[in-house]
């Protein structure tokens, strides 16, 4: 198999050197020693595919890091994504509080240190009943109480379901923090600790970076990995698949390791959505904490 | 009316310059506002990092400032609108007093505001991205509103006064003469004149109700339009509004007090005038009970879960001394003192109304914090000092200086025009002849 797979690359290659050099006085390639006479190859080569669909191998030193693909326009991350309608589902069977999610969250979104837009609450309904954690993000609520209030859209509801906030429009007035009975919401109450180079970038709605002195902060479903056709962080973080994303439409959810037919799983494991009784009509599911993967168990200071 | 009697009564009640007494008065005010700017601009310069505010409790004492700001402005409806339109003609001395409680209390009600703001140079944002859907931007065109109108209906009684002011060139100096003649030189005491500010005033005191009653409503909807246990209640409104008028006429009291004993108006701001407003006073603290019953009784007898935290709280818990003086002190201590012909004396009048100022502030403190403190999901996940909310000293030199800024502003007021007003009382006095000639 492996020699296979090495005969065919070492075809590519053959075939692809011929090619360029049939075609190398028509087109100008720009990883050559005539484009770039600065750069002093270092004799390491590294397989490429090139514009047109073919691989080329290329002297290393030739590579140059490109910037980071600048994200959507505000304007586009205001609108959403077309014909998508995001769902998450969070399994309370398999939580042992673990909090790899809130660490991932908080590391991608360069979030201040000591605030967390995901927590893992130790959660237990009366005296008697079994106690569970209950990890929430934003519930990007379809009837959201925060975008209602908001003085400004600074924060708002996008067509595939995303609550976002606009960190570059925020007043700072807090009221949505007030009518989000989730407590989500968190505030930037000082200037927050950020690299110098991640603090420079232009704000992004879809990434929610960098967060911004005297505006609000929350959870944002990670649109920017969506848009890649990646997970959010909190759900390729966590090692127990306690968080399931997908979209509504299509009807699927998936942890990464395991895709479940949305509808099914709701039904089947009898799903739920936190304080239904407020008419909020979260986009979070959650499925209750039964035949658990994991004992409930505090650790020391939780 | 004879020309002597006029003239006392003008240099009676003619503005004087600071005393003593007022300069010290004046300095400690302007001291505590320097303060106070000292502290927002270290705000400014650190974020609200400053305040002892956290992502739990978000709103603190700049929010219950707010609330009480907005409050006491009611008084200026009350006094000038509410009496004027149902004929009570003893109020006449106290309509300037209650307009410019009014107007620097919603100067600095918008001034508090901004200074709670995580993003204060932003503000244009509500004008150029607002949406009609939030209560914020209700509040921002009534607060507006309100303003306008109680200037006008401040300014408006006060141009006959400021005729009268002119003609006194050489005791105002300079400075106050040129203000006088910019603000006041065109009127000419004609009786067209008089008719178009007599109809203007009437149609603003007609404007004002339902627009005073609109600010405290939309204040009262800030919290009200959210779930959060003891915000979530229908009572709001009417529970802001009673309150509201409560700690204005509160207020006026106590301003009536001062005024009469500073620049000795005892001829015109008279026991009879303590007497019913320590009436008014008694029926605005039943009411605002009334009010207190239903908002915090019904809910107990229920003891929802959610609930049930946060009134404990009050009632027995963490706030429970705080709540138990605001009730005594804004309500019952007050009604007490005032149901009895001798309290409703000059100076325990002014006691029960610095009573009532002071338990009404901590009411409004009430409302906004110990609500916080009770999320639906417990509190976690965050540090220590997000579970307890101790303002700050900025914060505490902030809202002093914001409540020493309004005092500041009626002070001025005060030294620059007649705070009560010459001509309708002259008028008043005339009336009263003809009665007892007839």
């Known amino acids: ?302 | 009316m004879d020309k002597l009697k006029e003239n006392q009564i003008i240099e009676d009640l003619l503005p004087q310059k600071f005393g003593k007494l007022g300069r010290i008065w004046v300095a400690s005010l302007i001291a505590v506002c320097a303060l106070g700017a000292f502290a927002y601009g270290r705000q400014l310069y650190y974020g609200l990092e400053v305040t002892a505010m956290r992502d739990y409790v978000s709103w603190g004492i700049y929010i219950s400032n707010f609330v009480f700001f907005v409050a006491i402005s009611l008084v200026g409806s009350l006094i000038t609108a509410v009496l004027r339109l149902t004929n009570v003609k003893w109020s006449t001395p106290l309509t300037r007093i209650a307009e410019i409680i009014a107007v620097s209390a919603i100067t600095f009600a918008s001034l508090i505001i901004i200074v709670d703001m995580g993003r204060p140079e932003r503000f244009y944002n509500l004008f150029l991205h607002g949406r009609l859907q939030s209560p914020i931007i209700w509040d921002v065109i009534v607060i507006t509103t309100y303003f306008f109108i109680s200037l006008l209906l401040l300014y408006f009684p006060l141009l006959p006064d400021l005729k009268i002011l002119i003609a006194f060139k050489e005791r105002n100096g300079k400075w106050l003469q040129k203000l006088y003649v910019f603000l006041g030189s065109y009127w000419k005491d004609k009786h067209a004149q008089f008719k178009i500010t007599d109809k203007a005033i009437n149609i603003l005191a007609i404007a004002i109700i339902p627009v005073a009653f609109s600010i405290h409503t939309v204040t009262s909807w800030l919290f009200a339009t959210t779930y959060r246990p003891g915000w979530d209640s229908t009572n709001f409104g009417a529970y802001f509004i009673s309150g509201a008028f409560l700690v204005g006429a509160g207020g006026v009291v106590v301003a009536m007090y001062i005024f009469r004993k500073h620049y000795k108006l005892e001829k015109y701001i008279t026991d009879d005038h303590f007497d019913r407003m320590g009436k008014v006073l008694v029926m605005l603290a039943l009411l605002y009970l009334y009010f207190n019953v239903n908002e915090f009784l019904v809910p107990a007898f229920k003891m929802k879960k959610s609930e049930e935290e946060h009134l404990l709280g009050l009632f027995t818990g963490e706030f429970a001394p705080i709540f138990w003086f605001a009730i005594f002190t804004a309500m019952f201590i007050p009604i007490f003192i005032l149901l009895f012909k001798k309290g409703r004396k000059p100076l325990p009048a002014f006691i029960a109304g610095v009573l009532v100022v002071v338990g009404s502030w901590f009411k409004r403190f009430l409302i906004v914090t110990p609500t916080l403190l009770h999320p639906f999901l417990p509190m976690h996940d965050v540090p220590a000092n997000y579970h307890h909310y101790i303002p700050t000293w900025e914060e505490w030199a902030i809202a002093g200086g914001s409540l020493a800024g309004a005092l500041l502003v009626i002070t001025f007021f005060a030294r620059i025009f007649p705070i009560i007003p010459i001509h309708e009382t002259i008028l008043e006095t005339e009336s009263q002849e003809n009665e007892k000639h007839f």
Request: aromatic fraction near 8%; proline fraction near 8%; charge should be neutral.
């Open chain 1, 1 to 302: 198999m492996k020699t296979n797979q090495n005969s065919r690359r070492d075809f590519l290659a053959t075939s692809l050197i011929a090619s360029a050099s049939l075609v190398g006085c028509a087109t100008k390639n720009p990883f050559t020693a005539e484009e770039l006479p600065d750069v002093k190859p270092s004799g390491e080569m590294v397989k490429l595919l090139s514009v047109d669909g073919e691989i080329i191998e290329v002297d290393k030193a030739f590579l140059k890091p490109v910037p980071e693909l600048p994200a959507v326009m505000n304007t586009e991350a205001r609108e959403g994504i077309t014909g998508k309608k995001f769902v998450m589902v969070i399994d309370l069977s398999r939580c042992k509080s673990v909090k790899k999610c809130q660490t991932a969250c908080n590391h991608m979104h360069h979030i201040h240190p000591g605030q967390n837009w995901i927590k893992v609450y130790p959660m237990q309904e009366a005296e008697h009943t079994a106690p569970y954690w209950q990890p929430t993000t934003c519930m990007h609520c379809d009837e959201p109480p925060c975008v209602k209030v908001c003085p400004v859209d600074a924060t708002f509801k996008r067509k595939d379901g995303i609550v976002l906030i606009d960190s570059d429009r925020c007043i700072g007035c807090r009221f949505c923090m007030a009518a989000c009975p989730y407590s989500t919401r968190v505030f930037n109450w000082e200037q927050p600790v950020l690299e110098k180079e991640i603090a420079e970038k232009p704000y992004s709605c879809e990434t929610s970076v960098p967060q911004k002195k005297g505006t609000v902060g929350k959870c944002d479903f990670c649109p920017d990995m969506v848009r890649q056709g990646n997970l959010p962080h909190c759900v390729s973080a966590c090692p127990n698949g306690v968080f399931m994303f997908g979209d509504l439409l299509e009807d699927t959810v998936t942890n990464g390791a395991e895709t479940f037919r949305f509808s099914d799983l709701i039904k089947d494991k009898a799903g739920y959505r936190l304080m239904e009784d407020l008419g909020t009509k979260p986009s979070v599911y959650y499925l209750p904490p039964v035949n658990r993967n994991f004992p409930f168990e505090k650790e020391k200071g939780q």
